[in-house]
């Protein structure tokens, strides 16, 4: 090639240039998302409208909101006919709204309890933690029972002994026979709780007197019953619902057909229906002088409930797992307990991750039926509060308090959901 030949061939980079003012930042964005065409601009524009009627009505009344009165009348004096909110009934009832008729010198211990279930909450949902502290979540069932009742704290060290009782005889049966070792593993704790228990208790009790006040169950309302009732139900039923979806799946003629029919049944009946049946017919079944808590058998039919769907999401999951995982499992010679704990549940769980947090969702927004049993909880206590001549005729306050409770609480647990899905998406 002669050494006069032009080149083609450039030997720097060239300065870099920021992007035209239209294809970068938000102007992009908004072109590409909401004037992308003639539709879409369209219902921008409509949008943009309905949200500017919606603030130009709830603003002014959010703004004028008066928040120091002891009645609805004396807020209406307040604000002399113009429109404003009158959220003093919030301020003079938050405490009724939060804990129903708790003692009020007793506030701190369902405080105490929330906080204690965020540090027991926080080695289950955040791996990074240290795993020593899931000694502390699973002592704190009994722990927050004992802070939320009171009463003896010998009662919640014995049903946490009747698990020691268990792990006790699996112990000891399991190097001979796996299958007695699991029925000893179920028995001997129900066998502690009905026989050995309630004498011990007494005597337990007569002897060294420890525990605190005790609070009647009629006494707990507002959205304490909703955060008992929903994370105790959303707690138990999952595990109860992974059992349910591997028994409907077994090879036992006799398992499968009751695991079919509980979750068939279940899902036929409205929650409403087994509430009822939890506070009215339950007892009936019950031996003469049985004293059976309602909101513990609220509890129990709600786990059902939430249970049986809790089951169905996570059959769906086993369903999409391909076979080749089941056989790969069957090729590393794992048993069919190691195979479900180590390969097959991990995956099937990561891909029912939204169908679970569906139902937990549900299920906690549900928790408000149960007023229709005589249970207080916020909705309950709503109709209660109108029913005070101080603040007969108050509507839209009360249900935007409840709602943006229910709202934090739903909301979080979808945004928890979201960290997981992309957590485990990046193969961690």
Known sequence: MPATAPTFVRREMLPE??????????????????????????????????????????SPWLGNAVWNAGSLSECREILDGVSGACFAVIRDRWHQL?????PPEHYWRPVLALVLLLVALAPVLFSELPR????????YPFVGY?????GSAWLPLLAAAGFGVGYLAWRLTAPGAPLAATVAAFVAPVLWWLFAAPPLLGELRDAVPLGIDFVRSDSIGGFLLSMIIGISAISLSLPLGILLA??????????RSVCIGFIEFIRGVPLITLLFTASLLLNYFLPPGTSFD??????????????????????????????GQ????DALGLDYWKAQRLIIMPQALKISIPGIVNTFIGLFKDTTLVVFIGLLDPVGLSNSIRADTDWNGIYWELFIFI????????FSISRYSMYLERKLQKGH
């Open 17 to 58: 240039r920021p992007p035209p003012p239209l294809e970068a930042g938000a102007v992009r964005w908004m072109r590409e998302n909401l004037f992308s065409g003639w539709v879409n601009t369209l219902l921008t524009v409509a949008s943009l409208y309905v949200v500017w009627w919606i603030l130009a009505h709830v």
């Open 146 to 150: 004992f802070l939320l009742w009171g």
């Open 246 to 255: 591997l028994g409907r799946q077994s090879d036992m003629l006799f398992l």
């Open 326 to 329: 089941y056989e790969a499992a």
């Open 294 to 323: 309602l909101v513990l058998r609220v509890v129990i039919m709600a786990t059902l409930f939430a249970g049986a769907y809790i089951a169905e999401v996570v059959r769906g999951g086993l369903a999409a797992l391909p076979r």
């Open 132 to 139: 020593r502290l899931l000694w502390f979540s699973a002592a």
């Open 403 to 410: 709602g943006a409770l229910f709202f934090i609480f739903c």
């Open 98 to 102: 939060l804990f129903g008729f708790y």
